[in-house]
Nanobody
Framework: QVQLVESGGGLVQAGGSLRLSCAAS????????MGWYRQAPGKQRELVAA???????NYADSVKGRFTISRDNAKNTVYLQMNSLKLEDTAVYYC????????????????WGQGTQVTVSS
């Protein structure tokens, strides 16, 4: 069984910084893409940033230049450094692992974390 455990959310003032971490545990052979999504109240879940095994990244336009995604493949861990936070960054942030292969099934599938709250105050 694969689990994604997030940490690092919290309350921060506008202009501040937070760092989110997400560790995937279990008998994992490989993970293609790891990323972060967020969902604000009344809005759809949206991609924030994603990173492949080779280090290719993709960012939402709203966070480019402020957020940085990184990954430790050996630890199956992904990070999101969030700087210059804005009120509109307030949301529940979800970790995502896509194309996860485990030795028991060898069938790629997707996993989600439980979510961590990020609240930016004025």
């Amino acid at each position: 069984q694969v689990q994604l455990v997030e940490s690092g959310g919290g309350l921060v003032q506008a202009g501040g910084s937070l760092r989110l971490s997400c560790a995937a545990s279990g008998s994992i052979f490989s993970i293609n893409t790891m990323g972060w999504y967020r969902q604000a109240p009344g809005k759809q879940r949206e991609l924030v940033a994603a990173i492949t095994t080779s280090g290719s990244t993709n960012y939402a336009d709203s966070v480019k230049g402020r957020f940085t995604i990184s990954r430790d493949n050996a630890k199956n861990t992904v990070y999101l450094q969030m700087n210059s936070l804005k009120l509109e960054d307030t949301a529940v942030y979800y970790c995502n692992a896509d194309q996860v292969v485990v030795p028991m099934t060898w069938t790629p599938r997707e996993y989600w974390g439980q979510g961590t709250q990020v609240t930016v105050s004025s």
